[in-house]
Every structure is written in C-alpha cells, then in structure tokens.
C-alpha cells in the first residue's frame, strides 16, 4: 500500500486531543466520507459519547488522559474507534474486534485504517475532499464540513489547493461553532 493514504491519515491527529463527542463526530465523518457501508443495525449507527466510553470500559479502547467530563482522546483513540467501526461495518462482532485488537501494534492498526478509508483520504491534506460524485473526477472537490454540510470547489479553482480546502472547511465549522448561520 502506499504511504499517501497514512500521510493523509496522520493529519487528523493535528485535531487531537477531542472530548468523547468530538472524537465519535470525527470518526463518523471519515467513515461515511470512505463510503464503508453497513452491515447491520449495530454498525450503521454512528458512535457516540456514551458508546465510547463503553468501549473504553469493555477494553476496545484505551482509557483516555482525564476522567469524566474531562476526559480527552488522542490519535492513537481515533485509530481505534475507526477500526472498530470498519470491522462493525464489515460485519464483526465486538468480541471478534476485541481479540483481533489485542495483539495489533499501532503501526499496523493506522495502516489497516488507512487502507480501509483511503477513497475519503485519497484528496486534500486531511481525508475532508473527495472527488464530487456526479462530475468527473477531476473536475470537483467535496469538502465534508459536517452532518449534512459540505463545500463543493471546482478543481481548476485557486481555492483547490488542499491547505486552501482545509482552511475553508475549518472556517465554516468555526463560524457554526460561533452560531452565525442560525
């Protein structure tokens, strides 16, 4: 596999440390934007706060710096849950995630990862921009900002570049933190 897809993936710990619900916001974007899809009810349901911490308390993922609301998440915890949605969504059961976890090394883990995202890493610096789905591939860039929030730029525009399709992403994610679209 080629390292673009890991290079890629590393961006997003750039965004660490996150709270339980921004760590489930963020990987339930990179595992919509990759397109894996669902295998069951249990898998398609995105994860929260609270099924992190049950995943931490069943020993899926480490425990986090902190504790209760303070609590904080790192890189190495987004690897994880992504892995664990991956394998949810391919049709494994926790159990089964669980003993194929325990002996992985992180190395290992963020390249299982990564090749299992890499359409949603395949564009721009941090997995947010992928080929826009009804024109050609070269032609656009979606940007997923959020929930049903995405930015569609032009490939030939300046604005193309992937540090000026970041910038713009985290722009409007700031500005909706800031509730000046309400």
Do not use: C
């Not at 660490?16 to 619900?21: F, L, M, Y």
């Not at 190495?76 to 049709?91: N, S, V």
């Not at 976890?101 to 564009?123: F, I, K, N, Q, Y």
């Amino acid at each position: 596999m080629s390292d673009a897809p890991v290079t890629l993936l590393r961006a997003h710990a750039r965004h660490a440390p996150w709270n339980a619900r921004g760590l489930a916001a963020h990987a339930t974007a990179l595992v919509d934007a990759a397109g894996v899809r669902p295998t069951n009810a249990s898998a398609r349901a995105a994860p929260s706060a609270r099924a992190i911490r049950f995943y931490v308390a069943s020993g899926l993922l480490d425990h986090p710096q902190g504790a209760g609301t303070a609590a904080t998440y790192s890189y190495r915890h987004l690897l994880q849950l992504l892995a664990i949605k991956i394998r949810q969504r391919e049709g494994a059961t926790l159990e089964v995630i669980k003993q194929e976890m325990r002996d992985v090394t992180g190395d290992a883990l963020e390249r299982r990862v990564a090749s299992s995202l890499a359409p949603a890493l395949s564009v721009g610096a941090d997995g947010a921009a992928q080929a826009h789905d009804d024109a050609p591939a070269a032609a656009w860039h979606r940007v997923v900002v959020g929930d049903g929030i995405e930015l569609h730029v032009r490939g030939d525009s300046p604005a193309a570049d992937a540090d000026a399709l970041v910038a713009m992403r985290e722009a409007v994610r700031a500005a909706l933190g800031r509730g000046e679209f309400r």
